[in-house]
């Protein structure tokens, strides 16, 4: 019978793939049926293949960095029931599982993965990404089912009491994961305010796109290099928080300080979220302050320009374990063009405070590069720091670090600066 799994965190959230081969191959690395998002580090090139024969199917783990988990459990090969969730390594990508009859599929279309090998059993249009991005909202897996229950309503009465079951079902299933008794998969209960929170700032955050030359020892021009990061607007004045060492990367960098004697900014070009790059504006640096790696540029102010709904500079407020997100850009244009966005869609990270001291905040989250500059929003709606860097766990010779540790600016520094700008020092 066909499989059908559906991406339920990260870059690919929403997304669905449909499988009807009796062993399907799940990993990062592009040979595989299932591939991961390259971002997604937390899964391994090959991590796992799930085998099916005579009606059941079982996941394997492949000898995987960071293991497989059905709920609190990690498994090394284990009965999959349709329904169940996996997850790829603690905090890593987890997918829904299901076993469709061709019955389902008639009623239930789903997309393929267009680098997948495997076949179409009909035809499947896109199932719209169920990320926040820009200030646009796309549906849960539940609100799926119920869209899905309201379309057969008008084509066969027969069917509706069967999808109104399994939409209730599904609710059920999803409340016991994610908010019963048990603990959710990835540590943290949904919190409804969370989306009409991120809505408020999410057109505020920037991608960051600035190109630079580097110099000799007389000012001559030795090379040139580009660097990506998140900003956010922090007001309508046209004021952008964001790092120091993505506007000023050769002070930063040891390679690029050791090729050269300094550099010089040619351009900074700002483009806010869900905007194209053709909607870039044009930025300069008015201010930073390498010591907290800050850094705020100006834009023209324009009627309409966005920005965050406030900030919260209190850390007493503020303690280890509290729910937070950050919005960013991992990967910057590479992830974009990769996934085939022609527009600065964000990314976005739900997470928990692990550390809060007077001069930074630690996020147990995975910080990918681009992501710096990103603002940490409390359940609130407010900015209480900026990410700034992110410490990696040393790994295998040629393998790319499994775990990091986020690092954020307090917000506090940030609004320092801005009030140095607007008070001309």
């Known amino acids: 019978m066909p499989v059908l799994v559906t991406v339920l965190t990260g870059p690919q959230a929403g997304r669905r793939r449909l499988f009807d081969q009796p062993e399907i191959r799940l990993g990062r690395a592009s040979d595989n049926d299932f591939v991961f998002d390259p971002s997604e580090l937390r899964a391994s090139a090959h991590h796992a293949v799930i085998e099916g024969a005579e009606g059941q199917y079982f996941i394997k783990d492949l000898d995987s960095t960071n293991g497989i988990y059905i709920g609190e459990k990690q498994i090394s090969r284990g009965l999959l029931t349709s329904g169940g969730v996996l997850e790829f390594g603690r905090m890593g990508p987890r997918l829904l599982f299901e076993v469709k009859s061709q019955e389902d599929l008639l009623l239930s279309p789903a997309d393929t993965d267009p680098g997948s090998r495997a076949k179409r059993s009909a035809p499947l249009p896109p199932e719209p990404r169920s990320q926040l991005t820009g200030d646009r909202s796309v549906p849960s897996v539940v609100e799926t089912v119920i869209r899905h229950a309201s379309n057969e309503f008008r084509r066969s009465p027969l069917w509706i009491s069967v999808i109104v079951i399994a939409a209730v079902l599904s609710l059920g ?184 001291t007077p001069t930074l905040l630690q996020i147990d989250a995975p910080v990918y590069k681009g992501f710096s500059g990103s603002p940490i929003i409390d359940r609130g709606g407010r900015v209480v720091g900026v990410l700034t860097a992110r410490i990696a766990e040393a790994g295998e010779e040629g393998e790319t670090p499994s775990r990091t540790i986020g690092v954020a600016t307090p917000i506090g520094y940030a609004l320092e600066l801005l009030s140095r700008v607007r008070a001309g020092r």
């Open 173 to 356: 299933y999803l409340a016991f994961l994610r908010g019963g008794s048990g603990p959710h998969p990835d540590g943290l209960r949904p919190n409804p305010e969370f989306s009409d929170m991120v809505a408020r700032n999410q057109r505020a955050v920037a991608l960051i796109q600035v190109q630079f030359d580097l110099l000799d020892e007389r000012g001559r021009l030795m090379s040139e290099g580009s660097s990506e990061g998140t900003g956010f607007a922090a007001d309508q004045q046209g004021h952008i928080v964001t790092n120091a060492h993505i506007v000023r990367p050769w002070a930063f960098d040891d390679a690029l300080g050791k090729s050269s004697s300094g550099g010089q900014v040619r351009s900074i070009k700002v483009i806010f979220a869900d905007r194209s790059a053709e909607d870039a504006l044009e930025a300069r640096v008015v201010i930073e302050d390498v010591e907290h790696d800050l850094a705020i540029l100006t834009i023209p102010p324009r009627p309409g320009l966005p920005a965050v709904e406030g900030f919260n500079a209190d850390l007493s407020g503020l303690r280890q374990g509290d729910e937070v997100v950050f919005l960013g850009f991992p990967l910057g244009t590479d992830l974009l063009n990769s996934t085939h966005q022609d527009r600065a869609t964000t990314t976005l990270v739900r997470t928990t405070v692990s550390k809060v």
